[in-house]
DNA sequence: GCAACTGTAACTATATTGGTTACAGACGAT
DNA sequence: ATCGTCTGTAACCAATATAGTTACAGTTGC
């Protein structure tokens, strides 16, 4: 299907938001836990400011932090900020006008098309960033007594 | 996001071959209601082939027709058929395994993803081709008035 | 045997995403 | 005031996936 992996990495950077607690974090920071380039970041997190779920501060000591609290971001709302279109597309170039099905099969497949978009819809809207945070930290009670061994190698932390 | 069209086209051409009502449909005929290659429905009657759900044979007098009675195919039977992947990928690269949060973010979007594709798969599942074509009957209703007018320019009709 | 099909390989075109470098502008610290 | 540290953004390249095209071998009915 050639989806892109926009939503997992905006649902990531968020999540580390939420784990920082309001610590501004730095793009390359952000860039370093997701394993890719900072300009990729700072792209998201540009999209990401406009909708409203991030604010980011230039400057010396800046960064982006959460725009709101975690309970109050969707991965709806996280999904529609990062993915232009439905999850499935209709035909490249429209179907033949001449042809009783194909002048008509767009019509039918909206609907279905529709149809699954609101199921996806209605599954992300019930999911919250605090949500993630929370399934996470069980995986992570391991991960955080390994922390002190690691020491700078950890890339989210408590005034970085 | 960058879905493709595969399904679309694909639930096209079952419904072309529903509406033959068993009438063996060339790869041309198909190509010119799609607007499209030949070649290119060939290829998806191929797979569509391998899933069971048509019947290709070759030589004069070939083509393709389903395999099943149009109420007997889902359109989740089509999407499995056509598309790989789910709707969702995860990360290009895995994330930094030592950051707290990027080792286990995998974990939690695995979890949703999988929670996105059981809706949509649920969704599919409760239409077949049969309720396509019923969709279909009703906008149709005016370009059958329109046929005999048309002629040789419709596409889909009994023999050809 | 011939004409009409499918199946398939090989190649090109196009689009999207992601990665990279580079740099202008913002801003805190001194 | 200026310097170092950030973000925002443009410009470009690489990788990947899909679609379109040509060509041809193999199958089958007549």
Redesign the pocket.
């Known amino acids: ?2 989806t ?3 939503f997992a ?1 905006a649902v990531h950077v968020l999540t580390l938001m939420a784990w920082a607690d309001d610590e501004p ?4 920071h952000v860039a370093e836990s997701v ?6 970041i ?2 998201m ?2 999209e990401l ?1 406009e909708s409203k779920l991030v604010v ?9 932090k959460l725009a709101r609290e975690p309970e109050q971001i969707t991965l709806l709302d996280i999904y529609q900020a990062v993915e ?1 279109r439905g999850v499935f597309s209709l035909h ?2 429209p179907p033949n006008r001449h042809c009783p099905v194909g002048v008509n099969i767009g019509t039918v497949l909206n609907q279905v098309l529709d149809e699954v978009d609101t199921a996806v819809e209605s599954v992300l809207a019930n999911i919250t960033i605090k949500d993630v945070v929370s399934r996470l930290q069980p995986c992570v009670s391991t991960a955080v007594s390994k922390r002190k061994q690691v020491g700078k190698e950890q890339v989210v932390a408590a005034g970085n």
């Open positions: 299907m050639s892109s992996s926009r990495v974090l730095k793009s390359e394993n890719t380039n900072a300009v990729v700072r792209r997190l540009c400011a980011s501060q230039s400057g010396a000591m800046g960064g982006s232009s490249r170039h």
